[in-house]
C-alpha cells in the first residue's frame, strides 16, 4: 500500500449528521445518497455493487465492440479466433430486426417434438439430448471435486425441475398471487411461442412443477453439506430414481456413463420424488412440463415481444423492476457468459493495475496473520482443534485479478446470425468440457468467476480464497487511500472470504478440502453455541419493506459469520498493520472512524419491496443494511470508537454480544 499522502477516501459531504452512527451506521453514512437516489426502472436493487458492475458492463462492451468485425457464417478455428468468436456473439444478439423476424421460429421444431412425445422412453430421450444444449432437465449437474476425496472430480445430481426460485414459492401463502401470476404467465408465453391450447398446457405444466417442488428440500436443508454429501454409484443412482432410464438419459445427452461411476445424490429424496412421477399416467403433463422448460430457457433469446414477456414475469413480478435492462447490456451479458474469460483477458490487459494486486498481497498477508493470531487466542477453542484450524489457514491459496492461464475456447463454433444456436453451441461445449473433468487431475489454477466480475468468492474445496479484479476499485479499494478505509472495506471482503472457510459450512472441510470432522467433540458445541446466538440475533430482524418478514437466521448464518469474523479479523489486521503506531487523523477522522465508515460506505444500497421480499426467501445474504449495522453492534472496537451507550440505536450489551474467530 501506497504511503505517500493517504487520503481518507471518506466523502464527507455524504454523511447524514441527522442520523448518529451510534443509532444507525448504515444510514449515517448512506442515508443522503438513499434520499435522492431512484432505482433504475431496470434495477429491482442499487447501489454499489451495481454501479461496479455497470462501469464493468460499459468497459466490455468497448472491449467487445472493438474487438473485430462479426463474419457471416459459423466461425470455428483455435483461440486466434477468440476476437471474431466475441464479436460474432455479440453481433447475433443485438441484431434484432433478425431476431423479430423469426419469433419463436428457432424453437418449433423441439416444441413440436415435445408435443409428439409418445411415451416415457421418448420424454426421456428428448428432454437428455436437450438438456447439452441448455434446457433445465429433471435435475440439475454440475461437475466439482469431490468433497470425500478432494484429489477428484465427481457429478453432483440436485433436484430440478421447477420454473419458481424456490419450492416455498408453490406452497406459502404469501406467494398465492405469484403462483397465479406464474400459470397466467406460462399460459401467455405459450401463445406468443404459437403453442395451441396455451391455457390448459399451461395449468398441467405447473402443476406438475408444484407436485415435483413438493418433495424438494428446503434452503436451509439444502445448504447442510453433510446432509448433501451423498456417494452413490451408478446403480445406486438408478435405485433411487428406478422410473428415469438412465443409461439411455446419458446416452441422448452424449454423456459417458464411466463419467457417471460414482456420483454425489444431493437430496435423494427430491430425487425420488421427481422421477416417481415418470410415470405414464403423467405422460400429458410431462409434455406440457416439456413445451414449457423449452419456451422459458430460450425466452430472452427470442423476439423482442416474447423477452418482454418473460421480463414482465421474471423481472417485474418477481423482482419489482418495471424495464428490461437495455439490450446491449443483456447482449454484454450473453457474451460474458459465453466466453467470459476471454473477453476477461481484454479486460486485465485494459483496466487491471497491477500495482493492485501488490497491495492486495500485503492486504491478504495481514489478514492470514491477523486470523492466525485469533485463533491463538480462542478462549472457546482447544489446543487440538486450533492447531488443525491454523494447519487449514496455512493450506489458503489467495487468487488476486485474474487467471494464471485463461480458458480455451477453441472448440466453440459461432455465428453472427444464429443467436439461439449460439446459446445451443455454448451450453453444449461448456456441458462437455464440464464432464471431461471427470478421470482427470484437479485444475487448480480454474477460476469460477471472471476478472470483470464485481464479487469475491471462498471454494472450500480447493481452500481458496479469489478476489477478481473488478472488485478491486473504490469504494472497496483503492491504493491512494489511507489504510484504515482500506482494511474497512476490501479488508473486511477478504476477512469475510477467509471467514467462509471457518463458517458453519466451510469448518466441515480441512486444509486439503475433505469433508471431514477435524473437531473435538467440546470445540463443535461451543462454535454452535455462538453460531445459535449469531442465528438468534438474525432471525429477530425485519427490513424496511419487508412487509414484517425477518431474516433466516439459519440460511444466512455462513454469510453471517463471514461478515462478523471479516470485520473483526480485519479491524486486528488494521491494527496489526500500525506496527504500534498510532493511527493518523485524516479529515477529522479517527482510524477507527475511518475503518467503519468504509464498512458501511461498501454496504449501500436500496431495493425493491418486492426484490426484498424475494431476497429474504432464498438468498443466503442478510438485507445489507443489517450487513452493516448488526455485525457492528456485535464489536466493541465499535462501541468503543463512537462511545455508544445503552439506549443507543446500535448498544448491544456486551453479554449479548458474539465473537467467533
Request: charge should be negative.
Amino acid at each position: 500500500m501506497s504511503n505517500a499522502a493517504p487520503v481518507s477516501g471518506i466523502d464527507l459531504a455524504e454523511l447524514d449528521p441527522a442520523v448518529r452512527p451510534q443509532d444507525d451506521l448504515f444510514r449515517h453514512v448512506n442515508g443522503r445518497w438513499i434520499a435522492r437516489t431512484e432505482i433504475p426502472s431496470d434495477k429491482a436493487r442499487y447501489g454499489s455493487f451495481a454501479v461496479l458492475a455497470e462501469n464493468a458492463e460499459e468497459a466490455v462492451r468497448d472491449i467487445i465492440t472493438g474487438t473485430a468485425a462479426p463474419a457471416e457464417g459459423l466461425i470455428e478455428g483455435g483461440a486466434d479466433a477468440e476476437a471474431d468468436k466475441v464479436a460474432a456473439l455479440y453481433a447475433s444478439f443485438m441484431d434484432v430486426e433478425r431476431v423479430d423476424a423469426l419469433g419463436a421460429a428457432p424453437i418449433a421444431a423441439d416444441i413440436e417434438r415435445a408435443l409428439a412425445v409418445a411415451s416415457v422412453p421418448e420424454l426421456v430421450a428428448l428432454v437428455g439430448a436437450l438438456e447439452r444444449q441448455g434446457l433445465g432437465g429433471f435435475t440439475g449437474m454440475f461437475v466439482d471435486n469431490d468433497p470425500g476425496d478432494p484429489a477428484r472430480y465427481i457429478v453432483f445430481v440436485m433436484q430440478g425441475g421447477i420454473g419458481l426460485p424456490d419450492e416455498s414459492y408453490y406452497r406459502e401463502e404469501q406467494f398465492a398471487s405469484i403462483r397465479e401470476q406464474y400459470r397466467t404467465h406460462i399460459a401467455r408465453m405459450l401463445g406468443l411461442a404459437g403453442v395451441a391450447d396455451a391455457e390448459r398446457l399451461a395449468g398441467l405444466a405447473y402443476d406438475l412443477e408444484r407436485r415435483i417442488a413438493a418433495s424438494h428440500w428446503d434452503k436451509v436443508a439444502s445448504r447442510d453439506i453433510q446432509k448433501l454429501y451423498n456417494l452413490r454409484t451408478f446403480e445406486e443412482l438408478r435405485e433411487i430414481m428406478p422410473q428415469l432410464d438412465w443409461p439411455a438419459y446419458l446416452a441422448a445427452m452424449g454423456a459417458p456413463e464411466a463419467a457417471f461411476a460414482e456420483v454425489v445424490a444431493a437430496q435423494p429424496e427430491a430425487l425420488a420424488g421427481i422421477a416417481e412421477l415418470l410415470v405414464d399416467d403423467e405422460l400429458e403433463a410431462w409434455r406440457a412440463w416439456l413445451v414449457w422448460a423449452i419456451v422459458r430457457s430460450s425466452a430472452a433469446l427470442l423476439s423482442q415481444e416474447i423477452s418482454r414477456a418473460n421480463f414482465d414475469f421474471y423481472g417485474t413480478a418477481l423482482t419489482g423492476a418495471t424495464e428490461q435492462r437495455d439490450r446491449w447490456r443483456r447482449g454484454v451479458s450473453f457474451v460474458e457468459g459465453a466466453m467470459g474469460e476471454a473477453v476477461g483477458r481484454l479486460y486485465v490487459e485494459r483496466h487491471f493495475d497491477e500495482a493492485a494486486k501488490s497491495a492486495m498481497d500485503e492486504l491478504v498477508g495481514h489478514l492470514i496473520e491477523a486470523y492466525r493470531e485469533s485463533i491463538q487466542r480462542l478462549e472457546w477453542m482447544g489446543p487440538e482443534t486450533q492447531a488443525r484450524a491454523l494447519e487449514k489457514l496455512d493450506r489458503f491459496t489467495p487468487k488476486i485479478g485474474y487467471p494464471v492461464k485463461w480458458r480455451d475456447y477453441s472448440a466453440l463454433a459461432v455465428d453472427s446470425g444464429d443467436l439461439v444456436g449460439n446459446s445451443r453451441r455454448v451450453a453444449d461445449v461448456e456441458f462437455h468440457r464440464e464432464l471431461n473433468k471427470v478421470g482427470r487431475p484437479i485444475d487448480r489454477d480454474e477460476w469460477f468467476m471472471t476478472p470483470q466480475t464485481v464479487n469475491a468468492y471462498y471454494n472450500p474445496g480447493f481452500n481458496e480464497i479469489v478476489f477478481p479484479a473488478a472488485i478491486l476499485q473504490p469504494p472497496f479499494f483503492d491504493a491512494s487511500w489511507d489504510a484504515a478505509t482500506n482494511f474497512g472495506a476490501i479488508g473486511a471482503v477478504i476477512g469475510h472470504e477467509i471467514g467462509h472457510g471457518f463458517d458453519d459450512q466451510g469448518s466441515r472441510y480441512d486444509g486439503d478440502g475433505r469433508l471431514t470432522d477435524w473437531w473435538t467433540e467440546q470445540d463443535r458445541a461451543a462454535f454452535e453455541a455462538l453460531t445459535g446466538a449469531l442465528i438468534g440475533q438474525y432471525s429477530a430482524l425485519s427490513p424496511e419493506g419487508a412487509g414484517g418478514q425477518t431474516v433466516n437466521g439459519e440460511l444466512t448464518i455462513g454469510e453471517n459469520i463471514g461478515d462478523l469474523s471479516g470485520l473483526e479479523i480485519a479491524w486486528k489486521a488494521y491494527l496489526r498493520s500500525l506496527d504500534g503506531a498510532e493511527p493518523p487523523v485524516i479529515d477529522g477522522l479517527t482510524g477507527a472512524e475511518r475503518f467503519f465508515l468504509a464498512w458501511a460506505q461498501a454496504w449501500q444500497q436500496k431495493s425493491r419491496p418486492e426484490e426484498t421480499v424475494r431476497l429474504l426467501t432464498i438468498d443466503p445474504h442478510s438485507p445489507n443494511e443489517f450487513r452493516c449495522n448488526q455485525i457492528v453492534r456485535n464489536l466493541a472496537a465499535f462501541h468503543e470508537a463512537y462511545g455508544t451507550r445503552p439506549g443507543d440505536g446500535l448498544w448491544l450489551d456486551v453479554e449479548e454480544r458474539v465473537s467467533i474467530w
